[in-house]
């Protein structure tokens, strides 16, 4: 293992922040994780810092296939991390909307630069991600579709589910967007937290990143095969919104089986502690994304469910 | 009259309410209508539109028979976030400027942008006031995207501006609250003035001014009118932009919207524990200084200023 600072910028009253990769393995640049780029995604870092223990086992035992290069980022925003706060320190800026970055930009675009330089040239990419909604999600991989990554690809991960997302505006300065563009064959990852690490949810992650490093021929060693992987366009997904505000109260949970008319929450007064609203699925279907705080909105996504 | 055009339920005992403020002529002429919406307030820590919004309430509803047509006024599109001074919606992770047109079907901010879209368009003219961020003040400016320009820049001109800005076409834009408008046809202009968190009075009452031209041009306003600037008018090649490359803090020895030759020297990045000066800072191009740097901390990167000079005025 070579542990190298692949981009460091100074603060006027910190330490610099020196972002840290970790390299195995010597050749061609086969692959790359990167992990935190927001300071809340702890999950991510910890997934990271997983998949970086493991492979210092495998590499020891000669596991790390000749000429194969990988390198993992566990933690660019750890600025952010330190201080409690999800975005950029200074200005609040997403370093994951500033790809594929600017040397001469603004701070964040210049960190975005920095690194996209080092995550060109690698065969493929995974990108630890966090979502801008709040919430549950089963593991799944995705793929934003550029038309240069294939789809078959992603059931390599044997995670249950994989999403193709036909990208937004604000999507074409994300990470996984430009990766894709500038040729390395990117994927986002998704557990199911972000601010805590979850243990189990860390290891399923973990796990399906060795089984595609196995698959596409960088790692030799046993894993379990995984799932029989289910590509699925978002348009699949039956979103519940909430039509009032409250306490949410729910009665599944992400992986559920649910059928059409199963309730799926209760809605109570906040002040009065009265039932307001139930929400009953309107389709058969699994429990994909659950809204996660105690708290909601009237027309909160509350649900995603993966029709069957 | 003010009327809610788009709400939903808050959790506790609250509900979000965007509002507008419809003030409706009653000149003696022939109905012209037409109708003008004035927006601002997406942007929570930008305030300058606040100003401008009261002013033309003000002084439209004091003289109701000089006006032919409706004047919309939305002040405050994200009203949790003025009131919070957040720049984006309070628990929402994107930019609310990237999220439009918005959706019935999404999240409760796509809701209400989908909302606003639909309030505004068909109004014959659209003016979305910004006042920069917390870090930068700029001089009062008309953004507009390449490919409206032809169409957009004659309105511009009428608002009484130092500056409008043609600036090329980017994806990310493709989702502001102005690209969804001018895209479905509500023509709709952008201002950049001042700086976040205050109110620039002469900035404010500049723009005011300008608002009633436009107004007059388009045979709205039968009042007195003051007579406007001519702008300058800039495509994206003639502004340089300057970043710090040190980190401490921005002390700088030129004034906003001066003339400044290449070379000349703009201010000193200076470490704040030793005195010592890490950059000086200087300007690469002859023009004008039209965006400055406010907050004085700086990494490296920070944008310290804009130049309008650039290229062409080598």
Redo the contacts between chains.
Sequence with gaps: MNKQVVYSIQSPYRQPMDVIGFKFGKGEKALCVVGAMRGNEVQQMYVCSQLVSRLKELERDGCICEGKEIMIIPCVNYYSMNIGKRFWTMDNTDINRMFPGYELGETTQRIADGLFKELQGYTYGVQLASFYQQGDFLPHVKLMKTGFTSNELMKDFGLPYAFVRTPRPYDTTTLNYNWQVWGTNAFSLYTNATDNPDENSAKTAVDAIIRFMVKRGILKTRVGSGYLTEVISEDRLYQIQSASAGICRSFVKTGDEVKCGDLLCELTDPLEGCVIAKIFSPVNGIVFFRFNRPLEYEKSVLYKIIRL | MTTVIAS??????E??EIRRNRITGKSAETPSGKRVCIVTGTHGDELEGQYVCAELARILSENLQQLNGIVDIYPAINPLGIDSIT?GIP????DMN??FPGTA????AE?LAADIISDISGADICIDIHSS?I?LKEIPQIRINEISADELVPYAKMLNCDFIWIHSAA?????TLAYSLNVTGTKTLVVEMGVGMRITKEYCRQLTAGIFNLLKNLGMWTGDVEKVREPIVSGEGTVE?V?SD????FVPCVEHWVDIEKGEHIGDVI??ITGETVERVTAPCRGKIFTLREFP???????IARILGGEGNE
């Design positions: 939903a339920g808050l959790a506790v005992n509900r979000i720049r628990l929402f992770d994107l990237r999220i079907e999404g999240t409760m809701c961020n870090y994806t990310v834009l493709e989702s932009f970043n040190a980190d401490g803090i470490n704040p901390i700086v990494y490296g990167g920070s944008l």
